[in-house]
Structure formats: C-alpha cells, structure tokens
T-cell receptor
Framework: AQSVTQLDSQVPVFEEAPVELRCNYS??????LFWYVQPPNQGLQLLLK??????LVKGINGFEAEFNKSQISFHLRKPSVHISDTAEYFC??????????????FGQGTTLQVKP | EAGVAQSPRYKIIEKRQSVAFWCNPI?????LYWYQQILGQGPKLLIQ????????DSQLPKDRFSAERLKGVDSTLKIQPAKLEDSAVYLC?????????????FGQGTRLTVV
C-alpha cells in the first residue's frame, strides 16, 4: 500500500525567503501526486498536482513542485514566501491504476511558519 | 460556483453520546468522500461514495460509525456512541470523476471534541 512521508513537521522561515517542503512516497509505480494547503481552521485547497508529463509543475500562489521518479519525491518550493503562506501543507498520492477510486493517501503535514 | 458545504463547524459532546455531520457536495459531483483528520496527522479516508453507492468503507469503524448518501447528493456521517479518540476534524470532499486525476474539493470541516 502507498504511504507518504513529509520529512519536516515544522518549517520556520522569514518573509521573502525561499522555502522547500519535502515529500517522499513509498512506491516507484505510477502515481498521481498532489499538494494541498490548509489555512488555520479551514478546509484543504489544492495547490498543484502531477499526473504525467513535465516533472516541474506550477500551482497557485507562486508554488511549484518537482516530481523525481528515481528519488520517489515530490518536493514543494516557493522562491519568496509571504506571511499569508503560513498554513499546514499536505502532500498526497493517488493510484491511477485500474482500481482507481480517487482515494487520496496523505502525509502527516508540514507546518509552514512565515515570520516577519 | 458554491463549494462543499458542511455543518456544523464545531461540535462538543460527551463520550457515549451520538453526533451527526452533514455535507452538501459541489453540484454535479458524483463522488463524495468523508475524511477524518486527527490533530497532527494527515486526513484519512473513512468512506467514499459514487452517487449513492459505497465504493470504499474499509477504514470506517462500522461498530460506531455510519454514513449514507441518499439520492446521491447530500451525505450524513454519524457516530454512535462517540469515544474520546473520535475527537478530530471531519472533512467532506467531492470530485467530478470516478478517479484521481482532478483531485478533490474539500469543505471547511467539522471539528468534533469528545469530552
């Protein structure tokens, strides 16, 4: 069964600095990969997704992620963060295979704390 | 376009009491999911519906949890009786396709505290 590991539980960073949130998943077989953001006391919002094709995907709010099949990673990056980016970030994986049900397997989350 | 609606936003109950959560998915979305998010963890799928049929309920504690999606639109999730470990945020999500490609749209969640 697939699993997702987010390597950092908390990432403190100063405003306008770059940030990388790390995500690894358990299997090298074909998967769909997602990053969701959860602002405080709110639901999850899709930031970006990788289905196939170009390994660099761009999302909303200036975020991007790079799919690395050999390292089974899907790290999220932003070149310059804002205070408003403070939130919980979740990496998730879904199986696009024949038994595809759309079920998402989530990592445990990374808290991004942007300091002024 | 209206998003996924959930109610209530917050609920506090005593252990052994019962509670119900309601979800209205995005119009036209055939697939509906209920996820449980315990503090400090990622969401975990409890149950998935395709229209009004159950696709996956393998992680649903069926001795105390139940869910239904009558008429393939709104859904309710019930816990009876509640335990302390059921304290969590219950997220409802919906998607357009029977599949993973588009991702899912989430509601704001219901935060349940069992005391």
């Amino acid at each position: 069964a697939q699993s997702v590991t987010q390597l950092d539980s908390q990432v403190p960073v100063f405003e306008e600095a770059p940030v990388e949130l790390r995500c690894n998943y358990s299997s090298s077989v074909s998967v769909y990969l997602f990053w969701y953001v959860q602002p405080p006391n709110q639901g999850l919002q899709l930031l970006l997704k990788y289905l196939s094709g170009s390994t660099l995907v761009k999302g909303i709010n200036g975020f991007e992620a790079e799919f690395n099949k050999s390292q089974i990673s899907f790290h999220l990056r932003k070149p310059s963060v804002h205070i408003s980016d403070t939130a919980e970030y979740f990496c998730a994986v879904s199986d696009p295979g024949s038994s595809n049900t759309g079920k998402l397997i989530f990592g445990q989350g990374t808290t991004l704390q942007v300091k002024p | 376009e209206a998003g996924v609606a959930q109610s209530p936003r917050y609920k506090i109950i005593e252990k052994r009491q019962s509670v119900a959560f309601w979800c209205n998915p995005i119009s036209g979305h055939a697939t509906l999911y209920w996820y449980q998010q315990i503090l400090g963890q990622g969401p975990k799928l409890l149950i998935q519906f395709q229209n009004n049929g159950v696709v996956d309920d393998s992680q649903l504690p069926k001795d105390r949890f139940s869910a239904e999606r009558l008429k393939g639109v709104d859904s309710t999730l019930k816990i009876q009786p509640a335990k302390l470990e059921d304290s969590a945020v219950y997220l409802c999500a919906s998607s357009t396709t029977f599949g993973a490609a588009k991702g899912a749209f989430f509601g704001q969640g219901t935060r349940l505290t069992v005391v």
